[in-house]
């Protein structure tokens, strides 16, 4: 995150204080979520600047904010467009207008592959599928992907766009559906993973426009006087994740919990059994972060020992009848197999992992990589570390934004999986990313980000011994 645009963002975070030195201690979260949302929508519907850009921390309601805003423009007669960036992202994004508006018509624009949409847009009455905009041009919303808009041709300009995870969208990308609106709403996590590109993206370092640069970026380095807002509650990090993941990932843009110390409990109707995982679940469920160390060595990729690790803790708390429950009136809540999930760096190490629970009878967790848990929440996560077993620190494992998504999709706990000797790999592989003219130092960089984490993990340690 570019440190000049703290600025730009107003607001006070998590331990910030007034001018007067002192702490602040009445922050209402619901009235500074709703106070964050008024401000961005009469930008929006009433602004006189062609963008408005808001930065939304982990769970903050991105996906809320995006449909309360095609909601009101579209009772307003102004017809709008959506982009967004996976065909799982627009297909969402259809459901939960449709449900929450069901008088309202959306368009799904879609490819021309066999099985293009969630099928389960089928049995929306107000929503019409086709894989032809001009089909679809005079319906008040229409939704797709940057891919399938960028081919669109011959069809009058929206008036509105909004751009869903616009962080995750290359510049290039909005550079090829620019001329389909005239104003846009541009929503996203500036602390996710960096938009994804095949080549190497060295030879345009520098210039004004990169194309493998976020739109977000690329849009602010030219237009600095748009108006910026930005989200200041997550409700999915509960009080004792978030103050972590906002000092590590979002420094300029802090932000807070959703729900105070207490508010959420997570218990087991089994007793532990005095073993490493149970003992880490135990130190998860008390404390919201459990850290299980094994010995350091140096590993292959798909370190079998950190693998069955991984593993036997998701046993452990399905066995265990692990329960939730998200605020102090809530009935609690079992914590099933489709409420876990395993996150790793690599496609192989979800592969192997999928592989170990299954050897142990475990079906319906979620196993997969950083990239692919983006824009998902769980109960509980167990991450395999980035670093574990690492004889070197690549910039690939040092990426803020991977270690933000894998520390980030949580409503209660989080088991981190690691070998010994992090901090000390850290310091043997200091940052060194090269300084390239006319591109802004990002940060928090990976190698700080790192350090402080395992710092704070480290405080949650339970050792692991064959």
């Not at 090269?434 to 993990?457: I, N």
């Amino acid at each position: 995150m570019d440190p000049r645009r703290s600025a730009r963002h107003g607001g006070r975070g998590p331990g910030s204080r007034d001018p007067g030195g002192s702490a602040v201690t009445d922050f209402d979260p619901a009235a500074a979520a709703a106070g964050a949302t008024e401000r961005i929508l009469a930008d929006t519907l009433h602004g006189a600047h062609r963008g408005v850009v808001v930065d939304s921390p982990p769970g903050a309601g991105k996906s809320t904010l995006v449909v309360r805003a095609a909601r009101e423009l579209a009772a307003e007669g102004r017809r709008l467009m959506v982009i967004a960036q996976t065909n799982a992202q627009v297909d969402d994004l259809v459901i939960r207008l449709a449900g929450q508006d069901p008088e309202l018509p959306v368009g799904r624009l879609h490819s021309n592959d066999p099985d293009p949409y969630d099928k389960t847009l089928d049995s929306l009455a107000n929503v019409r599928k086709s894989a032809k905009a001009g089909e679809l041009a005079g319906l008040d919303v229409v939704i797709s992907t940057a891919a399938k808009w960028a081919h669109v041709q011959g069809v009058e300009p929206w008036p509105h766009a909004i751009v869903d995870e616009a962080y995750q969208m290359r510049s290039d990308a909005l550079l090829a559906v620019a001329g389909l609106f005239e104003r846009a709403l541009f929503v996203g996590d500036p602390g996710q993973l960096d938009p994804f590109s095949i080549v190497g993206a060295e030879q345009w370092a520098g210039l004004s426009y990169d194309p493998s640069a976020s739109a977000v970026s690329t849009l602010l380095a030219h237009n600095p006087e748009l108006p910026q807002h930005r989200l200041p509650v997550s409700w999915r990090l509960p009080a004792s994740a978030a103050p972590l993941v906002s000092a590590a990932f979002y420094p300029y843009t802090p932000f807070r919990s959703g729900t105070g110390h207490g508010d959420r409990r997570l218990s087991f109707g089994v007793a532990a059994d005095g073993s490493a995982y149970d003992r880490v679940l135990d130190e998860a469920a008390e404390s919201g972060w459990g850290l299980l160390e094994l010995p350091a060595r140096h590993t292959p990729r798909t370190d079998p020992e950190a693998v069955r690790a991984v593993a036997a803790v998701v046993r452990r708390l399905l066995d265990r009848g692990g329960v939730a429950t998200s605020t102090a009136d809530a009935v609690p809540a079992p914590v099933t197999a489709d409420r876990v999930a395993v996150g790793t760096a690599h496609r192989d190490q979800a592969a192997a992992v999928r592989a170990a629970l299954v050897e142990l009878g475990v079906t319906g967790v979620t196993v997969d990589t950083a990239n692919r848990l983006q824009g998902r929440e769980f109960d509980l996560t167990v991450v395999l570390h980035p670093l574990s077993g690492r004889p070197d620190a690549t910039a690939f494992h040092l990426e803020t934004g991977r270690l933000c998504v894998l520390a980030s999709r949580h409503r209660h706990a989080c088991v981190v999986v690691c070998r010994a000797g992090v901090s000390e790999l850290l310091d043997e592989h200091p940052s060194t990313e090269p300084v390239q003219l006319g591109v802004t130092v990002k940060f928090p960089d990976g190698w700080e980000a790192m350090q402080s984490t395992w710092e704070r993990w480290s405080e949650h340690r339970v050792v692991w011994r064959p």
